[in-house]
């Protein structure tokens, strides 16, 4: 078969699937089987099909159509413009989370930095002085890679419960040469890390077990339950990981998290002894940042 016609079949068939956006899953599953880009396919359309082409499209097309996202088909993602590896294992990064990158930048370009000594207010790190940044929770280690690559005098660290996640943040670091900046942990949050950070950041599991119904079903039945889903009310882990990035943060150190609009009202009480708390929206205005201070005294 010509490749215009397995993709125009394929879009077909998505569409009766009731798959979303069937033409982008089509494109990007075909770009897969034959390892090319978008380009290619259009460079090419009366390009004929190898029998074990035909068999590859049909069973990512058949992985598609049950549910299974198209990122774990493929195992990529990009993220912050880079190919980030993924597996049913982690999180699927998305692009809000990229707001949290953005907090930490404007952050450290502000001038708004932590104190090095608790004994000397006036005392700020410089702009090119080590930044210590622990990522909770790193998944896939996108939002740590992206931190590592814009931040060159930054030690960075990532912490996740899951050794089979962790093994695949490792992989990543490695693809982008990274591993020698970024420095993994096995824990349960901050559980063992030792203080005098200036950021913590995370991208917690923030859904509460009463909004499960209002969960795409392929998020639900695909991603890692314990990533997505926090509890019953979507706060319990954010509400641990508060006191303990408290424990480890420097006087005026920032805690930034990703959260949904559904807790901001309970995120912003959890935060009521901080300084400086703002939530931020995404490019939807929903509450999707919260970027907190920690006392200086």
Same mark, same amino acid.
């Given at each position: ?39 290619? @396919? ?23 159509? %049950?549910? =299974? ?7 990529? #993602? ?15 990064p998305r ?19 932590? #104190? ?8 700020? %790190?410089?702009?090119?002085?080590? =930044? ?10 996108? !939002? ?19 050794p089979d996640?962790?093994?695949?943040? %490792? ?5 982008? #040469?990274?591993?020698? %900046? ?17 950021? =913590?950041v995370s ?13 795409? @079903? ?9 990533? =997505? ?11 641990? @990981? !508060?006191? #303990? ?40 205005? !929903? ?11």
């Amino acid at each position: 078969m010509h490749l215009k016609d397995s993709l125009s079949a394929a879009i077909s068939r998505l569409k009766t699937e009731n798959v979303p956006s069937p033409r982008m899953n089509a494109e990007m599953l075909l770009m897969f089987t034959l390892n090319c880009d978008r380009a290619y @396919l259009f460079a090419h359309p009366d390009r004929e099909l190898t029998t074990e082409e035909e068999s590859r499209y049909e069973s990512a097309l058949a992985e598609r159509t %049950r549910g =299974v996202p198209a990122q774990y088909i493929t195992g990529h #993602q990009e993220f912050w413009g880079m190919d980030v590896i993924v597996t049913p294992a982690v999180l699927i990064p998305r692009p809000e989370t990229e707001h949290v990158i953005e907090t930490v930048l404007e952050i450290q370009t502000s001038g708004v930095r932590p #104190q090095t000594s608790a004994k000397t207010n006036s005392e700020v %790190r410089g702009p090119k002085s080590k =930044v210590r940044i622990v990522d909770v929770g790193t998944g896939s280690g996108c !939002i740590a890679l992206a931190l590592a690559k814009e931040l060159a005098h930054a030690e960075i660290h990532a912490t996740d419960i899951s050794p089979d996640a962790l093994e695949i943040a %490792r992989a990543n670091a490695a693809r982008h #040469q990274l591993e020698h %900046r970024i420095y993994f942990h096995q824990s349960d949050l901050l559980e063992g890390l030792k203080g005098d950070f200036d950021f =913590v950041v995370s991208n917690p599991p923030y859904v509460g077990e009463s909004e499960e119904d209002q969960v795409q @079903l392929e998020v639900r039945k695909f991603e890692p339950r314990n990533a =997505v889903f926090a509890g019953p009310a979507g706060t319990e882990v954010i509400a641990r @990981l !508060i006191p #303990q990035a408290r424990q480890i943060l420097r006087p005026g150190g920032w805690l930034i998290m990703e959260i949904s609009g559904t807790i901001a009202k309970e995120v912003r009480k959890l935060l009521e002894d901080w300084q400086d708390v703002q939530i931020k929206p995404d490019l939807q205005s !929903i509450p999707r940042v919260v970027k907190a201070r920690k006392p200086k005294t």
